[in-house]
């Protein structure tokens, strides 16, 4: 199974883009987004649950940021409006079957990855 991310590019503070992450062959319970900035850890983004449609962000995107999902195309979206410099980093996709719902936050908790994706926000 492989992941492929698409849809980052450079954009102006307060601006919007569309990420996308496609599964080759299947979906899973778990599909969601990280990002890592320069020098950074990789960090929860936002987490979307096929077995009841939920999502989860982080405080610092809550709002601004929508996760969707597309379970017929095995696809992922991240929505991502009113963007801030300190938004730009490499956004990676990340999905897993097996989480537990206290390790959806943690990376290290994820099997599968896109090769990322860079996110460029312009002040």
């Known amino acids: 199974v492989q992941l492929q991310a698409s849809g980052g590019g450079l954009v102006q503070a307060g601006g919007s883009l569309r990420l996308s992450c496609a599964s080759s062959?299947?979906?899973?319970?778990?599909m969601g987004w990280f990002r890592q900035a320069p020098g950074r850890e990789r960090a929860f983004v936002a987490v979307?649950?096929?077995?009841?449609?939920?999502?989860y962000y982080s405080d610092s995107v809550k709002g601004r940021f929508a996760i969707s999902r597309d379970n017929a195309k095995n696809t992922v979206y991240l929505q991502m409006n009113s963007l801030k410099p300190e938004d730009t980093a490499v956004y990676y996709c990340?999905?897993?079957?097996?989480?537990?719902?206290?390790?959806?936050?943690?990376?290290?908790?994820?099997?599968?990855w896109g090769q990322g994706t860079q996110v460029t926000v312009s002040s």
């Open positions: 990340a999905a897993d079957d097996t989480l537990i719902v206290s390790s959806m936050w943690d990376a290290s908790a994820y099997d599968f």
């Open positions: 062959g299947r979906t899973f319970s778990y």
């Open positions: 979307s649950r096929k077995n009841n449609g939920r999502t």
